[in-house]
């Protein structure tokens, strides 16, 4: 594409180039792209409790159960390709659901991730569902106040 040479007045050409304006585009398009960061919860209107404890980083190699406000359980999981699946299950089916997925599993833990507004009870509930599926251990996710 040959851009058009603007007169002047003063008798010297314009030139317009747009070499510059694509390179300030895609380095803002880097910037972004490194700077933003995603929620993995966001999907699930869940409002962790805070803790002063410092978060473990761990690889999504468990199983992670997800408890709105609502009371709706979703699990989440990576299946055999290496792709993070999230489904809903019901509590009559939990249970299996949860054993066959902790099977297949490299480690027996498990993840609660539960809304702070939820009664303790039904978390209880959905632990002791997951020592019953098999989870050697249980830990509860909570956003850090540091």
Same mark, same amino acid.
């Given at each position: 594409?040959?851009?058009?040479?603007?007169?002047?007045?003063?008798?010297?050409?314009?030139?317009?180039?747009?070499?510059?304006?694509?390179?300030?585009?895609?380095?803002?398009?880097?910037?972004?792209?490194?700077?933003?960061?995603?929620?993995?919860?966001?999907?699930?209107?869940? &409002? /962790?409790?805070? @803790? #002063?404890?410092?978060?473990?980083? *761990?690889?999504?190699? %468990?199983?992670?159960?997800?408890? !709105?406000?609502?009371?709706?359980?979703?699990?989440?999981?990576?299946?055999?390709?290496?792709?993070?699946?999230?489904? &809903? /299950?019901?509590? @009559? #089916?939990?249970?299996?659901?949860? *054993?066959?997925?902790? %099977?297949?599993?490299?480690?027996? !833990?498990?993840?609660?991730?539960?809304?702070?507004?939820?009664?303790?009870?039904?978390?209880?509930?959905?632990?002791?569902? /997951?020592?019953?599926?098999?989870?050697?251990?249980?830990?509860?996710?909570?956003?850090?106040?540091?």
């Amino acid at each position: 594409m040959k851009l058009d040479r603007i007169k002047r007045r003063s008798g010297g050409t314009l030139i317009l180039e747009i070499t510059p304006l694509i390179d300030v585009v895609f380095l803002l398009l880097i910037f972004f792209m490194l700077a933003t960061t995603f929620d993995e919860r966001s999907a699930f209107k869940i &409002e /962790l409790p805070k @803790s #002063t404890v410092a978060k473990t980083k *761990s690889t999504l190699k %468990e199983v992670q159960v997800l408890v !709105d406000k609502d009371k709706n359980v979703y699990i989440k999981y990576t299946n055999n390709s290496g792709k993070t699946e999230t489904e &809903e /299950l019901e509590l @009559s #089916t939990f249970v299996d659901f949860v *054993s066959e997925k902790l %099977e297949t599993s490299e480690s027996k !833990d498990v993840v609660v991730s539960a809304d702070k507004d939820i009664d303790y009870g039904f978390i209880v509930e959905i632990m002791s569902l /997951l020592k019953e599926a098999g989870a050697s251990g249980i830990n509860i996710d909570t956003n850090s106040t540091k």
